[in-house]
């Protein structure tokens, strides 16, 4: 068996496989962006550059015009693993790019928490972050809606 490998995202929130202890992976094929793909990031953390984040979201989104027409997003930091928030894709795919969308969207998040008590406060910052992330990626589109309404 080779050493090294190489992995292929697929999209799907399920890993396909962990890699046994004495393969390395050295490449990772990435799908091409969708037409009019945008993406967002953010990362709260509590001080420094480096640090930890408390919650990180990541969002990729594609628009046709004002109206999302694929959307991948998840977040870090608020489970053991990294999560795929399909619930967010879901509330997102087929609706224009508003903030009222958006902050409709982040919000379904809530209904996956279950935090510990000393970190009970991560249920909002998750929410918010997740928000972030939306507002990046739908940029000047959510921005122009909110100036309007």
């Not at 068996?1 to 992976?25: V, Y």
């Not at 795919?93 to 902050?103: D, F, K, S, T, Y």
């Not at 009970?120 to 739908?138: C, D, P, S």
Request: hydrophobic share 45%; with cysteine.
């Amino acid at each position: 068996m080779s050493p090294t490998c190489t992995a292929t995202a697929t999209g799907s929130s399920k890993p396909t496989t962990l890699l046994p202890p004495e393969r390395i992976l050295t490449t990772v094929h990435l799908p091409a962006p969708w037409p009019g793909e945008r993406a967002g990031c953010h990362r709260a953390i509590s001080r420094a550059h480096a640090e930890w984040p408390l919650v990180e979201a990541t969002a990729r989104l594609a628009l046709d015009g004002a109206t999302i027409t694929h959307a991948a997003v998840a977040a870090g930091g608020v489970a053991r693993v990294p999560l795929r928030l399909t619930e967010v894709e879901a509330a997102l795919i087929g609706r224009e790019a508003n903030a009222e969308v958006l902050e409709a969207a982040a919000a379904t998040v809530l209904a996956r928490c279950r935090p510990l008590p000393q970190t009970g406060y991560k249920a909002q910052l998750f929410r918010g972050t997740v928000l972030e992330a939306l507002e990046q990626a739908a940029g000047s589109a959510a921005a122009g809606s909110a100036a309007a309404g």
